[in-house]
């Protein structure tokens, strides 16, 4: 059933037209038949034609972008075979786009979207403030850095700033007000102000193993061996978990990002990354650190790719100084003081080359080896703002999953550089066909669950609005005797948690979600079919989860019901009660059949109550 008042449609009318404001181009393989769920949080189509669509940055002489190119002027292939070029746009910072003048309609009160409400235009920029792998020195030093960057911020340059610890979180998000992204670095209790990774081993720390290592080698080479191989698996186990919490970061970052239409470009500033870590033949066993990530890695590439973004990988150190400047009085250095300058300038060296490939593969570029940030972000800027967007329909329609290598080259050499993304995963269509004939099975941990945790980025996979209207509570009922209609909506149980003590609000919430964001699958009776989850959390300000709610909505819509669906959308209603000290709501939604999330936080106070607000019927 898709019941809904007046002014909730007018509402889903509201959220259509902000979706066809801010739908986003095409931006990667696409097509033009039925979608599946590809398992890594997108869909993989099986198609006629796989479209893909670059962005190209060309510069020249001091790394400045070259402008006034046209179509002709570019050569590109796949996989060694020339390609046609369909589409072809240049993006200016000196010329703004008219798009860019768009103005968005403004929501009505106690309406909330997570569409993000950031204008059309060519570009935005995000900031991301690595504490997982970054000293704290360096934290701190960035954070100064950045500090005088943005108070000389160019007028309407769009920045959102995250800080990535052991989860990534949203410090401010999109605006061009220098003074709102000056304060959110400069918040004491949000972390921008540096904080000590528990997974990042320390110089002093690093420095006192190896000593004792040293002391061992001439009386017990064989302990001496046995913790050298003990620190190295130690080492390679944080660096595994880091890795994994980083993926998982720029994963969520991708997801966040999606709903932006253009590209988005990713300025990253990080003291280490180790995409690979490759086998040690100096340890008696030389594959006892190894660990493989390949296929996160490949994951978070295609999400990237998917949601157009470029990642530019900025060192965190700065120049520095080497450790043997710290020598002895008389000047003699010893042997383990001249190997640690050569063991650092390996470590460096190996920091920088994943730097390149990370900005290489995403078409971005790297920037290390400066003590001036502010300079390596002007050139971000210059860099991520002046590029050209190409299209073309691949002639390699295998759907074999292999992957499929980019080059784009300028008809006659001139010497300059082009930056791009490198390449992309065709589909597999032995893996699309197994999964259409054996759907997974649910998994234990429920899909929607992590995307519910307080502070992390908004999932704009699927875009939905939240009316919320605030009352007083009526007396607790036991959440178990009340059962869900089916199809029809949720009624008032007021949350899961049985144990809420004092004096309650209830919250009225009217989920809306625009079909186009859902994935129906039509049945042998012609009926089209879509399972969603809806789920609200009620978060104190420490983030502990107060009350919730989580509940499995299935639709079975005729094609009457389905086409009055495909113009209002659907809707369900919830309502869940929060004590005095609730501090935010966090809505989303899960389509289980294209394995897509959207989701929402909403401060509490942002809520006015219902004698303030206008109502119409």
Not at 123 to 150: E, F, G, H, I, W
Request: a neutral charge; charged letters at 20%.
């Amino acid at each position: 059933m898709l019941q809904r008042s007046c002014s909730a449609l007018r509402l889903v009318l509201l959220l259509g037209g902000l979706a066809s404001l801010l739908s986003p181009p095409l931006k990667s393989q696409t097509a033009t038949k039925t979608a599946q769920p590809d398992g890594n949080g997108g869909r993989v189509f099986q198609a006629n034609a796989r479209i893909v669509v670059l962005d190209v940055v060309v510069t020249g002489k001091n790394r400045r972008p070259l402008t006034g190119l046209h179509k002709q002027d570019f050569v590109l292939s796949e996989d060694g075979h020339p390609q046609t070029i369909s589409f072809f746009e240049e993006h200016s910072s000196a010329q703004p786009s008219p798009a860019s003048q768009a103005t968005l309609p403004d929501l009505p009160p106690n309406v909330f979207t997570n569409i993000p409400r950031v204008k059309t235009s060519d570009a935005v920029m995000v900031l991301v403030l690595d504490s997982l792998n970054t000293p704290l020195d360096d934290q701190r030093y960035v954070r100064a850095q950045m500090l005088k960057y943005l108070k000389k911020l160019e007028p309407g340059r769009r920045i959102a700033i995250f800080i990535l610890g052991t989860q990534l979180r949203l410090l401010q998000g999109f605006t061009d007000d220098p003074a709102l992204l000056v304060a959110a670095i400069n918040e004491r209790k949000n972390g921008a102000r540096g904080q000590i990774s528990p997974l990042l081993q320390s110089d002093a720390e690093t420095a006192a193993t190896q000593e004792t290592i040293d002391s061992l080698m001439p009386y017990a080479p064989e302990a001496a061996a046995d913790m050298k191989q003990f620190a190295a698996e130690e080492g390679a186990t944080r660096s595994s978990v880091r890795i994994k919490l980083t993926l998982q970061a720029f994963q969520q970052l991708a997801q966040y990002l999606s709903g932006i239409p253009g590209r988005k470009n990713v300025a990253w500033f990080s003291g280490a990354f180790p995409v690979a870590i490759f086998p040690d033949p100096s340890l008696p066993d030389r594959f006892g650190a190894q660990r493989d990530d390949q296929a996160e890695i490949h994951k978070t590439d295609a999400l990237l790719a998917s949601a157009q973004v470029a990642i530019y990988p900025i060192g965190a150190e700065g120049v520095g100084t080497d450790s043997f400047s710290t020598a002895g009085a008389d000047n003699r250095l010893t042997e383990k003081q001249l190997s640690q300058p050569q063991q650092q300038g390996q470590e460096r060296n190996a920091n920088r080359a994943a730097m390149d490939v990370i900005a290489k593969d995403t078409g971005g570029a790297a920037f290390y080896g400066t003590n001036s940030l502010t300079d390596a972000m002007d050139h971000v800027a210059a860099h991520a703002s002046n590029f050209y967007t190409l299209t073309y329909t691949s002639t390699n329609q295998a759907t074999d999953g292999k992957f499929r290598k980019i080059q784009v080259g300028l008809a006659s050499s001139r010497g300059y550089q082009l930056d791009y993304r490198r390449g992309y995963y065709a589909d597999d269509a032995k893996s699309i066909q197994a999964a259409a004939a054996n759907p997974a099975p649910k998994p234990a941990a429920d899909p929607l669950s992590p995307f519910l945790r307080p502070g992390l980025p908004q999932s704009t996979q699927i875009p939905f609005t939240l009316q919320v209207t605030r009352r007083s509570a009526p007396p607790k009922t036991n959440p178990a005797s009340i059962a869900a209609k089916p199809a029809t909506g949720i009624p008032g149980q007021g949350g899961d948690n049985p144990n809420l003590q004092g004096a309650l609000t209830r919250y009225s919430v009217d989920l809306m979600i625009p079909a186009h964001g859902l994935q129906f699958d039509m049945a042998s009776d012609g009926h089209r079919h879509v399972s969603v989850e809806a789920a609200l959390v009620v978060y104190d300000r420490q983030g502990k989860p107060l009350n919730w709610m989580l509940r499995q909505i299935n639709l079975n819509l005729d094609a009457a019901r389905y086409a009055v669906a495909q113009t209002s959308g659907v809707n369900f209603f919830l309502e869940i009660d929060a004590p005095e000290d609730g501090s935010s709501l966090r809505g989303g939604v899960y389509d289980l059949n294209a394995n897509l999330a959207g989701t929402l936080e909403i401060p509490l106070s942002a809520i006015v109550t219902p004698a303030t607000t206008t109502s119409s019927k």
